[in-house]
Structure formats: C-alpha cells, structure tokens
T-cell receptor, first 116, second 112 residues
Framework: DTEVTQTPKHLVMGMTNKKSLKCEQHMGHRAMYWYKQKAKKPPELMFVYSYEKLSINESVPSRFSPECPNSSLLNLHLHALQPEDSALYLC???????????????FGPGTRLLVL | GQQVMQIPQYQHVQEGEDFTTYCNSSTTLSNIQWYKQRPGGHPVFLIQLVKSGEVKKQKRLTFQFGEAKKNSSLHITATQTTDVGTYFCAGGRLTSYGKLTFGQGTILTVHP
C-alpha cells in the first residue's frame, strides 16, 4: 500500500471558520509533510514532522496549526484564514528524514481549499 | 536563497516529438528527484538520482544528473498524450534533512 489519503477533497470556509484537514498513511513512514500549492506553481513546504515531532516550520502563519497525533495521522488545523490562503493543500510522507539525502516523498491527492 | 531553476516553463509538442526539461541549482545537490503532476492531480514520484553523472531510464524517459551535481534533465522520447502534465524537479541538500527545493515545473502539452 503506497497510498496517502486526505480528507476532505474540497473545502469552502469563511474567514471566521475553524476547520481541519486530515492526512493518513499506512506505509510505516515516520516523516510527514504539509505543502501548499497554488495553480501552476510548485508545492511550497509548510511543515515537516519526524517521529511525530515537528521538525521544520517554514515560517508559516499561526492561523495554520499542524498536529501529528500518531505516526499514521497528520492534521492541519485552520483558523481565521484569508482569501489568499485558497490553494491545494498536499500531504506527503516518506520513510524517514535521512541525513545523507532526502527520501522519496509520496503525496496524497490534496484538499482544494477555498476561503471566502 | 537556495534555488532550483527549471526551464522551459511551458512546452507544446506534437505527439511523437521529443521533450526535454532542465533543472539548474545554484548550489551542489545531494540528490535530485523528479515528480509528475497530471492536470487536477497530485505530484507522483518518478525517480531519484544520487550519483554524479548518473543516468537512469524508464521506458521512454531518460533522467540525467550532472557531473557537478548542480543540474539535471528529463528527456522524453516520442511523446504520447499520456505524457501531458507538469514535470517538477526537486533538489535536496546534505543539510536540508526533510526539505526538497522544487523547481518551477515545466507544463507539457502534447497535441495529437
């Protein structure tokens, strides 16, 4: 099973709403990632978790709050978002965070978020 | 900052023509990975190159990693309509741990 699943597929929210994005993998991977992708742009790294601990935060605004409840699950809690936060949010996982070179990342299908 | 430049941004080809996309890094990379994203889809891993001068082939796709480990290319021979999508290179560095630096991507359109 090389699948990363994400829910919901689509999400529309107002600027005052609180919502959460969910990601799950059952490949035994110990590193999980959140990316943001705008149309016709590459994925932008937001957060990296390694062994359920936050390893990298790419200076993401606090209205995005990640959580890794266990090694298979990754959440992204959203609060007071802005219209410019509308994007495709991708979750990815990899075997680990290697020191020598980066592991292959397996991406989920993403959540298409629209902030009104 | 650390950058990976990718060209061209767009490429339109007739089915059967060849296609090449190039990536160039400002610093030495520990490895480079290539991903394909179909329209409306998500990035899918194609290959990873680690060694200087490495060349790998997957059917009609040929991937190269430069001798200095600063550039890479993806060449598709005799494109097919199924090759449509955006091709991203993503470079890793020894000190970057989990972080990949993505190129801007090349959007490939194949006309039948």
């Amino acid at each position: 099973d090389t699948e990363v699943t994400q829910t919901p597929k689509h999400l529309v929210m107002g600027m005052t709403n609180k919502k959460s994005l969910k990601c799950e993998q059952h490949m035994g991977h110990r590193a999980m990632y959140w990316y943001k992708q705008k149309a016709k742009k590459p994925p932008e790294l937001m957060f990296v978790y390694s062994y359920e601990k936050l390893s990298i935060n790419e200076s993401v605004p606090s209205r995005f709050s990640p959580e890794c409840p266990n090694s298979s699950l990754l959440n992204l809690h959203l609060h007071a978002l802005q219209p410019e936060d509308s994007a495709l949010y991708l979750c990815a996982s990899s075997q680990n965070i290697a020191v020598k070179y980066q592991e292959t990342q397996y991406f989920g299908p993403g959540t298409r978020l629209l902030v009104l | 900052g650390q950058q990976v430049m990718q060209i061209p941004q767009y490429q339109h080809v007739q089915e059967g023509e060849d296609f090449t996309t190039y990536c160039n890094s400002s610093t030495t990379l520990s490895n480079i990975q290539w991903y394909k994203q179909r329209p409306g889809g998500h990035p899918v891993f194609l290959i990873q190159l680690v060694k200087s001068g490495e060349v790998k082939k997957q059917k009609r796709l040929t991937f190269q990693f430069g001798e200095a480990k600063k550039n890479s290319s993806l060449h598709i021979t005799a494109t097919q309509t199924t090759d449509v999508g955006t091709y991203f290179c993503a470079g890793g560095r020894l000190t970057s741990y989990g972080k990949l630096t993505f190129g801007q991507g090349t959007i490939l359109t194949v006309h039948p």
